[in-house]
């Protein structure tokens, strides 16, 4: 499976940044996708997943204000990110699993401004 994360950029705290994540290749009817993200000197770090069935879970930091969603017909997965902080600057990666099997876009930059 490939992914293309793409929605990435600058902006200033309390803005918004839509990702896009789009999966091609051999997906499974049985999957989960998501976000991890890291920042400068850390390690990386769950932020949002959703599985096929559209259960989703956040990391208590974006709780609120992030919202992943998925268009099964398009095998794409969004994060909409909103009220955003400069703490949340990092690269966001996008990633599909198949039990523990996991496949991992580039990774895309989000870079918020204080």
């Known amino acids: 499976v490939q992914l293309v994360e793409s929605g990435g950029g600058l902006v200033q705290a309390g803005g918004s940044l839509r990702l896009s994540c789009a999966a091609s290749g051999s997906i499974f009817s049985i999957h989960s996708m998501g976000w991890y993200r890291q920042a400068p000197g850390k390690q990386r770090e769950l932020v949002a997943t959703?599985?096929?069935?559209?259960?989703?879970n956040y990391a208590d930091s974006v709780k609120g204000r992030f919202t992943i969603s998925r268009n099964n017909a398009a095998n794409t997965v969004y994060l909409q990110m909103n009220s955003l902080k400069p703490e949340d600057t990092g690269v966001y990666y996008c990633?599909?699993?198949?039990?523990?099997?996991?496949?991992w876009g580039q990774g895309t930059q989000a870079t918020v401004s204080s």
């Open positions: 990633y599909y699993a198949v039990g523990p099997y996991v496949n």
């Open positions: 959703i599985t096929d069935g559209g259960s989703t």
